[in-house]
C-alpha cells in the first residue's frame, strides 16, 4: 500500500487472495465523460465507475459510518469537548477494524471534524466544551478493507435556539432536496441548482467554495458536485457513479473565511451554519444511499 492508495501489486481489497492487478483492477469499468464547450479543464477528470463488488464494499464501510455518527449523538451533550467526539470517533472507528480517512490526510490533525455554530466545515477538535444551544457537525469518512464512505449530521446540544431549529431544518432538506435529483440521465448541475433555489427560497445561503465529491476507491475522486448552479450543466450522471452531496447551508450571507490555523473555515457574519452529507450511487433507475439515515 501507498498511504492510502492501493498498488497493482498489493492484496486485493475485496479479500479474494490475489493481487490487486489480477482482481477487481481488471474489473473496474470507467467512465470518461467531456464536459461540455467551455467548462474548465479540471472537469475533464476520468470519474471511475463502480462495480457491484465495490458498491457492497462501500456500502459496508457506509454502515460502518452511520454506526459511528449514531454512537456520537447518543454523546453529545453540554459539557463534552469537541476533542473527546473525536475521540470517540477514533477508537469506534478502528475498533471495527477501520481507519479514519481524516486522521493525517493533508496534515490534517484528527479522526474526524467537529464543526460548531458559525464553523462551515473542517473544524478541528479540541478543548472547546459545547454549551446548551449550540449546533455540531460531525463529518465522518471510514476507510474499511480500502473502501472510503462520508457522511455527516448536524446535531443540537440541549435545547436549540428557533435559528438553530430552522438552519439545521433547511439543512436538511436541502440534502434531501438534492439527492432527489440524483438519476441517470440528470447532471451534476440539477443537484446544485435544486439545493440553491430551495435555501434560497428559505432565506438561507449556500456556500460555494466547497462542494461534494467521487468517493470509494480515495477520499476526494472525480467529479466535484456542486450545491448551486445551472439546471442541465455538467457531467451528465450514469449508474455506477459514487458521490457525496454535502450542501453547506447559511443563516446569513454565504461568505466564509478561513482561521489562521489553516483548516476551521467559519462564516464571515458570524451566522450559523449547518450541513447535512450522504455517500450516494447512481443506480439503473434512480439512487441509492451508502449511509442513510432519515431525511424526514
Not at 469518512?141 to 446535531?155: E, K, N, P, R, V
Not at 443537484?191 to 427560497?201: L, R, T
Amino acid at each position: 500500500m501507498n498511504g492510502n492508495r492501493i498498488g497493482r501489486n498489493d492484496p486485493c481489497p475485496c479479500g479474494s487472495g490475489l493481487k490487486y492487478k489480477k482482481c477487481c483492477l481488471e474489473r473496474r469499468p470507467a467512465f470518461e465523460w467531456k464536459p461540455p464547450a467551455g467548462e474548465s479543464e479540471s472537469d475533464r477528470a476520468r470519474v471511475r465507475l463502480k462495480s457491484g463488488a465495490d458498491v457492497a464494499a462501500i456500502r459496508k464501510a457506509g454502515h460502518l459510518v452511520i454506526e459511528t455518527l449514531r454512537h456520537v449523538e447518543a454523546a453529545v451533550r453540554p459539557g463534552i469537548s469537541t476533542d473527546e467526539i473525536n475521540t470517540l470517533v477514533h477508537d469506534f472507528t478502528v475498533q471495527r477494524g477501520a481507519i479514519p480517512a481524516p486522521l493525517g490526510y493533508k496534515g490534517f490533525p484528527k479522526s474526524a471534524c467537529v464543526s460548531v455554530n458559525d464553523v462551515v466545515l473542517h473544524g478541528v477538535p479540541g478543548r472547546r466544551i459545547l454549551v446548551d444551544g449550540d449546533i455540531v457537525n460531525v463529518d465522518i469518512t471510514s476507510i474499511l478493507s480500502g473502501y472510503y464512505a462520508d457522511a455527516s449530521m448536524t446535531f443540537f446540544v440541549g435545547d436549540p435556539s428557533p435559528e438553530a431549529e430552522r438552519i439545521v431544518r433547511i439543512a436538511r432538506e436541502s440534502l434531501r432536496v438534492g439527492i432527489s435529483m440524483v438519476r441517470p440521465g440528470n447532471t451534476i448541475g440539477d443537484i446544485g441548482w435544486a439545493i440553491q433555489a430551495y435555501a434560497e427560497k428559505e432565506g438561507c445561503s449556500v456556500v460555494r467554495e466547497w462542494a461534494g465529491h467521487g468517493v470509494g476507491f480515495a477520499f476526494h475522486e472525480a467529479p466535484s458536485i456542486l450545491h448551486h448552479g445551472k439546471r442541465g450543466s455538467g457531467a451528465t450522471l450514469v449508474p455506477g457513479m459514487v458521490f457525496t452531496v454535502e450542501p453547506m447551508i447559511n443563516l446569513g450571507r454565504p461568505d466564509i473565511r478561513v482561521l489562521e490555523d489553516g483548516w476551521t473555515v467559519v462564516t464571515c457574519d458570524g451566522s450559523l451554519s449547518a450541513q447535512f452529507e450522504q455517500t450516494v450511487l447512481v443506480t439503473g433507475d434512480g439512487v441509492e444511499s451508502l449511509t442513510p439515515y432519515d431525511l424526514s
